[in-house]
């Protein structure tokens, strides 16, 4: 995958408010095993898939709108079940919005 495409991940999950005073986010971003849209095609992760991510390159996009981020990635650890990430938004008013 090419260092600045935009992949559009469509699934539900809940997002956890970490730490609402240093405005961090986290939340599973890939389920592994399971069928989810990725540019509105289905397809699936298998564990580890993830592993070559640098998480400093990733930012967290309000509704995949590039012209509207609202944090960066500050952590990607993978678990048995998916790759889960924590996002730091330095944005009081995207952080707020994204929270609720």
């Known amino acids: 995958m090419p260092e600045n495409e935009i992949v559009y991940l469509t699934h539900e999950a809940p997002v956890e408010v970490r730490d609402a005073e240093q405005r961090l986010i986290s939340g ?25 991510v640098n998480p400093e390159r990733v ?25 889960y990430a924590t996002f730091r938004s330095p944005a009081p008013s995207g952080a707020t919005k994204s929270y609720s």
Do not use: C, T, W
């Open 28 to 52: 599973r971003i890939v389920p592994y095993n399971e069928q989810i849209l990725v540019r509105g095609r289905p397809e699936s992760f298998a564990p580890g898939s993830l592993s070559g």
């Open 59 to 83: 930012r967290l996009l309000d509704h995949h709108d590039q012209r509207k981020p609202i944090g960066k990635m500050v952590s990607l650890e993978e678990r048995s079940d998916g790759a």
